[in-house]
């Protein structure tokens, strides 16, 4: 399976953009990019994916690079509730379920 | 409420119990997985079963024993645990319509497991 590269944590102040990046150099032509978090005491939560272009939903945006070796989830106006564990992962669109992998993830901090 | 049910919540047991756990989900998906994560720790994905069939086992010790006995329903029978074995037990599940890598994933909120 891919892997990815994700800062350890990072903090941000309420009501302002957060950009989390996530590197994935390794990625092949079948892999989507995923973003999950876990808030506090929860299951993970699915937050958006995308394969090439940028995404956009509720939630959040994704920017994914030209060359799809990094991606950015970015969360517009950060709340307290957005403190959480954000997962960028990589399936595979061609095999079959077993690839749902988890890192370390990046520990948001939203300062009020 | 993500659709992915777990049950019980919280479980304590002795290194002698039998307990199982269980997940269910009526989102019509086509994969079902077993996480676990000790505190601190990543996730770290146990079992995952495709069309009620294992395709997964990511050499977990035999003292956890899945089932799947039908496409909504997952089990977790545990037997002889040890204390290192308390963890949140996570159950997800995912659809496959285009293909698993383009669907997204729904987690139960856990299951806080205390082996005494």
């Known amino acids: 399976d891919a892997k990815t590269t994700q800062p350890n944590s990072m903090e941000s102040n309420e009501e302002e953009p957060v950009h989390l990046p996530c590197n994935h150099s390794t990625i092949s032509g079948t892999d989507y990019i995923h973003w999950y978090r876990q808030l506090p005491s929860q299951g993970p939560e699915y937050v958006i994916h995308g394969l090439t272009s940028n995404v956009n939903n509720r939630m959040a945006s994704l920017a994914i690079a030209e060359d799809r070796k990094s991606s950015t989830l970015i969360l517009h106006r950060a709340t307290l509730r957005d403190a959480a564990v954000y997962y960028c992962?990589?399936?595979?669109?061609?095999?079959?379920?077993?690839?749902?992998?988890f890192g370390t993830g990046t520990r948001l901090t939203v300062i009020p | 409420e993500t659709g992915v049910t777990q049950t019980p919540r919280h479980l304590v047991m002795g290194m002698t119990n039998k307990k199982s756990l269980k997940c269910e989900q009526h989102?019509?998906?086509?994969?079902m997985y077993w996480y676990k994560q000790s505190a601190k720790k990543p996730l770290e994905l146990m079992f995952v079963y495709s069309l009620e069939e294992r395709v997964e086992n990511n050499s977990v010790p035999s003292r956890f024993s899945p089932e799947c006995p039908n496409s909504s329903h997952l089990f977790l029978h545990l037997h002889t645990l040890q204390p290192e074995d308390s963890a949140l037990y996570l159950c997800a599940s995912s659809p496959s319509q285009g293909g698993f890598g383009n669907t997204e994933a729904f987690f139960g909120q856990g299951t806080r497991l205390t082996v005494v």
């Open positions: 992962i990589l399936r595979d669109g061609e095999t079959g379920a077993n690839n749902l992998f």
């Open positions: 989102l019509g998906h086509n994969a």
